[in-house]
């Protein structure tokens, strides 16, 4: 088929078609082909297909809608192999330039001023043994798994809806009781809105779901072709590998687009005074719905002034038995299905818990972790370090999937890695005296941050959910650090309870927490990094060497780790 394509450029037409007329062709003439003839292996247009029906009456002729079969004719392209912009055509080159494969059409309409134009033979030598291609069914395999597991998310929080509604309803039906007949209409009205707002957001769980199994379709679809293109030469696999790596972009951009979105939920609030006042009301009560967004859970119930108090606590074990030291909690963060990820620095461990906070699994890492941030979906990072001499200065990428940790990737750094936090598409990095902003492949932004008059200036880092205001604990100098989204400090906080700050954990409606550990107390701190609003916890109330904390919204807790074999969850109001 390169032929009607250079044939068409040659002669100066004024369009370029992807299946030109045989017939047409022939006569010099450039006609846009819309029907194939399976036996005769030719293309014809509107006006040369009906002498072809009239002179081959039992052919077998497809016409657009079947242009998938087009390809089983000899001399058509192969699927993986076929330029998407120009189906007629094989692809050929690779731009350095644009970073894209290239047929021959694709370079003399887009890409003839480019200089990095290169044979894809000549690209694809060696490509069995690079270590990404060799990776990449494990690759496909492990984002399958998620986009399982994001479907079976989806499944449960559509029947949790479902409870949500009755309890809802059931609520109404006290209220409806404590008033006469004349609230018929009310109670009509609104769970009609209830039943709207139910229905909007399980048309979103199923949007979702469907896009979980169109791009589980696409990725197996991939990967069949490649692995059944082994034996046909190493082009077809450099074609099917930047394929691939194309569609997992899309299919992670995708996730961590759903994953902004952990849980669908319905809250509903009656309105005060209801039994006196309610002549002046239209429904029982007030019914909002609620995203649970990202790696911190939506915390749209305590408006963003609240202050917060404890209620109690209670301890939840995690030192396991193979364990032959007391734990040292680093790093904590929560996943969407409401499982925790924790650092244990002692025994090198990073620990998953149900929960009910209880080891289900864990996995070794090299060296001495430290911090833990959610990436999206069931993913997290965590630093590694080596701290006698620094060999070691590593962010690991762990997958949880059906309930184990899996390592996946792991990016190198030249200065340490202590704290980690994620926000957009990029990773924010603390090496103890800077704070460096990275691609998610591991490419240096900038250095944003440094202060150098300490070794542990820039400890951990905790970032607001609009991305404006980052907060960092600076360890030696007793010091809450805030800063806006360039760089420049805002304010630097100093108290006689912030003594040894070392874990932050800001919440997506802005409550900010410092957890200290020379004075073994958690606080509260106003979003703008400026006052103390609460101590929380001491001591006394199991507060130990205290390194890690996050707020979990799905039980209004703080969880909070240390020097200690238990986790600390305060009820908090």
């Known amino acids: 088929m390169a032929s009607n394509f250079e044939s068409s450029i040659q002669r100066g037409c004024d369009f370029i078609h992807d299946f030109v007329c045989s017939p047409c062709e022939e006569d010099g003439l450039n006609t846009e082909a819309q029907y194939f003839c399976n036996q005769c292996t030719k293309y014809y247009c509107v006006n040369c297909v009906p002498v072809h029906y009239k002179l081959f009456k039992r052919h077998s002729v497809l016409d657009r809608t079947d242009m998938t079969k087009w390809a089983a004719a000899p001399g058509m392209v192969d699927v993986l192999e076929r330029c998407e912009r120009h189906p007629g055509e094989a692809l050929k080159l690779v731009c350095g330039d644009h970073d894209q494969l ?64 009755t309890a809802i309803v059931d609520e109404i039906k006290v209220i409806r009781r404590k008033i006469n007949d004349i609230l018929d209409k009310m109670e009509k009205t609104t769970v009609q809105e209830l039943d ?144 925790c990820v924790i ?56 997958n949880i999937t059906k309930g184990k940790l899996v390592t996946t990737r792991k990016l190198s750094f030249t200065h340490r890695c202590y704290g980690a936090a994620h926000h957009g598409n990029n990773l924010y990095i603390s090496s103890g005296t800077a704070l460096y902003v990275y691609t998610m492949t591991g490419k240096l932004i900038k250095k944003m941050y440094e202060d150098e008059s300490a070794d542990y200036t820039v400890r951990k880092i905790a970032i607001s959910n609009d991305g404006k205001t980052i907060y960092i604990t600076n360890l030696s100098n007793n010091q809450l650090i805030t800063l806006d989204n360039l760089g420049n400090k805002l304010v630097t906080f100093t108290d006689p309870d912030l003594r040894g700050p070392y874990g932050v954990h800001v919440t997506t409606a802005g409550h900010v927490f410092v957890c200290c550990l020379k004075t073994d107390t958690v606080l509260q701190v106003d979003k703008d990094g400026k006052t103390q609003l609460a101590t929380l916890a001491r001591k006394q109330d199991g507060v130990n060497g205290p390194k890690a904390l996050y707020f979990s919204s799905r039980s209004s807790s703080l969880v909070v780790g240390g020097w200690k074999d238990t986790l600390l969850v305060l009820n908090v109001r």
Not at 279 to 307: I, W, Y
Not at 310 to 328: A, H, L, P, R
Not at 369 to 374: I, K, L, R
Request: glycine content about 6%; hydrophobic content about 30%.
């Open 102 to 165: 290239c047929c021959h059409v694709c370079v003399a309409m887009d890409h003839r001023q480019c200089s990095a134009i290169q044979h894809i033979p000549d690209v694809a030598k060696g490509i069995r043994k690079d270590p990404e291609f060799r990776q990449l069914p494990q690759r496909v395999a492990v984002l399958r798994l998620q986009i399982e597991d994001m479907k079976n998310d989806r499944k449960k929080n559509s029947s949790s809806l479902r409870k949500t509604r």
């Open 196 to 339: 709207g707002l139910v229905a909007a957001q399980e048309l979103s769980i199923k949007k979702d779901m469907e896009s979980c199994t169109q791009m589980d379709d696409e990725l197996k679809n991939i990967i069949d072709d490649i692995q059944s293109k082994d034996s046909s030469g190493e082009p077809p696999l450099y074609i099917g590998f930047r394929k691939c790596e194309g569609i997992i972009k899309q299919a992670n951009e995708i996730l961590q687009n759903m994953s902004n979105v952990v849980k669908y939920d319905l809250t509903f609030r009656k309105h005060n005074g209801i039994e006196d006042n309610w002549s002046s009301v239209k429904t029982f009560g007030e019914l909002n719905e609620s995203n649970v967004f990202g790696a911190q859970p939506c915390t749209s119930l305590f408006p963003r002034d609240h202050v917060f108090a404890t209620e109690g606590y209670k301890e939840y074990n995690v030192n396991m038995s193979s364990d032959t030291d007391t734990c040292i909690i680093e790093g904590i963060c929560e996943l969407p299905g409401g499982e």
């Open 343 to 398: 650092t244990d620095y002692n025994h090198m461990k990073v620990k998953l818990l149900d929960q009910e906070y209880r080891v289900v699994d864990h996995c070794d890492v090299p060296k001495f972790p430290f911090d833990v941030c959610h990436i999206g979906g069931n993913e997290v990072a965590v630093c590694v370090n080596n701290n006698n001499n620094d060999v070691r200065r590593e962010l690991h990428f762990i």
